[in-house]
């Protein structure tokens, strides 16, 4: 069994372990957990993601001002739709939660970092395509 944070509704579900799922609903809101739409999240929201699930955790920090994160943002968002259970896409705005990206040393964005067991496991800071996110996700599922 592994923990899963619905993405709606932030509440944590215990949920089998499977090569692949045909459907996986919230306990809480009904809503599908196999919505792969990277979700945009504040300080609060993203704490209880990264602490919450067992699945690996893929952060987009960027802003709304920077060219480069605009360009990657459909990148970022088709890599997530390969993942389905198995990685948790986010997207947190530096400008708008800047505690998290202090916290977390952002100096430079867009920067993506995947944490797994709640703990930074990489980082790689400038603009990725679709192939090299999702092969950066991959080695650590």
């Known amino acids: 069994m592994i923990n899963v ?3 709606h509704c932030l509440q944590i579900n215990r949920i089998p372990i499977k090569d692949h799922y045909n459907k996986a609903n919230c306990g809480n809101c009904k809503n599908s957990l ?5 979700r945009d ?11 919450g699930n067992d699945i690996p955790v ?11 994160c605009r360009m990657m943002a459909p990148a970022f968002k ?3 739709a390969q993942f389905p259970l198995k990685a948790r896409f986010l997207k947190l705005n530096t400008e708008e939660n800047q505690s998290t990206a202090v916290q977390f040393g952002i100096r430079g964005i867009p920067t993506i970092i995947v944490f ?4 930074e496991v990489e980082r790689v800071s400038g603009a990725l395509p679709e192939q090299q996110i999702m092969q950066l996700v991959q080695k650590h599922l």
């Open 58 to 68: 893929v952060v987009d920090f960027w802003a709304e001002w920077c060219g480069p």
């Open 78 to 80: 088709a890599a997530a």
């Open 116 to 119: 797994k067991g709640g703990k």
């Open 5 to 7: 944070v619905c993405p």
């Open 34 to 38: 196999l919505d792969t739409t990277p």
């Open 41 to 51: 999240v504040d300080n609060s929201a993203f704490s209880r993601h990264i602490q």
